[in-house]
């Protein structure tokens, strides 16, 4: 019997068989773009090619509470050793005699602590030249970091404040109290300088990052 259907070249498919292979090769081909895709997209929000510093503020791991040795201001520039101090007699914090020191009140939170407030102190000195002199110039969202024996912890600023001796003495458990602040950093020193002394005082608030 003679068969009227022509025949096919070898290794063709079926009729219409060969368009549903391109079609799934194209989505296979698709599939395989927008893997790439995701995972370009992926790369870039896990910081593989986020800006330096936002890769880094990612990457950053607060260490352990210890005693603080060194306070860094990055945008001032400033590098102050740290030393230890105590309260004296008449609820007075008395920052070190050398200027270019800061103290940190040895009964406050150590850097890192997830409770309490770390309690940092310096002199401004009117002529300038002071570790904290240039304190007050600090703005919202400025950067501190706190040099431990275990490592750095990295504060925001969160809210400067200008207060009188008066006011500071009143509101000295809300600034100074270890019952609460959640490990927020304090940083004091003197300011308005009227010739004689220093009539009032800078008060930095500094949230851990």
Not at 40 to 45: D, H, N, P, S
Not at 156 to 168: D, G, I, K, N, P
Request: charged residues 20%; glycine residues 12%.
């Amino acid at each position: 019997m003679t068969s009227t259907e022509e025949p096919r070249p070898a290794g063709e498919s079926e009729p219409g068989r060969g368009e549903a292979v391109r079609r799934r090769a194209a989505a296979i081909a698709h599939g395989v773009w927008v893997a790439v895709l995701v995972l370009a997209l992926g790369l870039t929000i896990t910081g593989a090619v986020l800006p330096e510093d936002e890769s880094a503020a990612r990457s950053y791991v607060a260490p352990s509470p210890a005693q603080p040795v060194r306070l860094k201001i990055p945008s001032q520039r400033l590098v102050a050793p740290v030393v230890p101090i105590g309260m004296l007699p008449g609820r007075v914090l008395q920052p070190p005699a050398d200027p270019d020191q800061v103290g940190w009140w040895d009964v406050s939170a150590r850097p890192g602590a997830r409770r309490g407030q770390t309690v940092v102190t310096g002199h401004t000195v009117h002529t300038g030249g002071g570790a904290l002199s240039r304190v007050p110039a600090l703005g919202k969202g400025d950067r501190v970091d706190v040099v431990s024996r275990k490592g750095t912890v990295r504060y925001r600023v969160s809210r400067v404040r200008t207060l009188s001796r008066a006011a500071l003495a009143e509101q000295a458990e809300a600034l100074f109290g270890q019952d609460h602040g959640g490990g927020r950093l304090v940083l004091v020193t003197c300011t308005d300088w009227n010739g004689s002394f220093f009539e009032s005082n800078v008060v930095v608030l500094a949230r851990p990052v």
